[in-house]
């Protein structure tokens, strides 16, 4: 289908996302197939710079503020790594447009058209080739979330806001093709498969 397409892990904390696409990193690397893997909010020199405000755990910005800061991250993103690197490598990204959606709109309750808006200003048209959407119940996600030896300031909200969030995500996912949801309270080995599988698919190997 696509010779080198953006492939994203969704999920709330402690999904396994991160996990996944090390372990993908790696199967790549292996096969020798050209890639390169960012994390949102992160990636590039500067989006790692914002990354730092946003995350670090004294920060307390308004919601709104949030939102412009994660956009400001993923334009530093597109336009200097997305860009130059499209139908070039595989562009794997830990959280994208969706985190977005879900934890802004889902779980913070700002406008749904504002974020949709700002994506497609800073983007145009280009959207991910296919998303893994990692879930987790919430038994699981108190576990990983105490094992955390550091934590910033998304791992400490109440699980009411992870629970708003997820279902948001579970949301955006329905009904969708280029969407596969993998649930992280089955073993690790079944979904390394599951997404192994669907990997070469997506790659023709």
Known sequence: MYKYP??????????????????????LKKKKIKYISLREPGGSENSEKIRNLILKKSSNFNKLTDLFLYMASRNENYQSIIKKNY?????????????????????????????????????????????FLNI??????????????????????NINFYKKVQ????HLSKNKKKYM???SNNQIAENKKIIKKKINSLLFI
């Open 6 to 27: 953006i492939i994203v892990f969704e999920g709330i904390e402690g999904s396994g996302k991160s996990f996944h696409i090390k372990n993908l990193e790696k199967y």
């Open 87 to 131: 139908k070039k490598k595989i562009i794997l990204i830990d959280r994208f447009v969706d985190s977005t959606i879900a934890y802004q709109h889902y779980g913070m309750g700002i406008n749904k058209n504002l974020i949709i808006n700002l994506n497609k200003f800073i983007l145009k048209n280009l959207k991910p080739t296919f998303t």
């Open 136 to 157: 987790v119940n919430m038994k699981n996600l108190k576990l990983r979330l105490k094992k955390r030896s550091k934590k910033n300031r998304y791992d400490n909200f």
């Open 167 to 170: 279902k948001g995500y579970i």
């Open 181 to 183: 949801i993998i649930n």
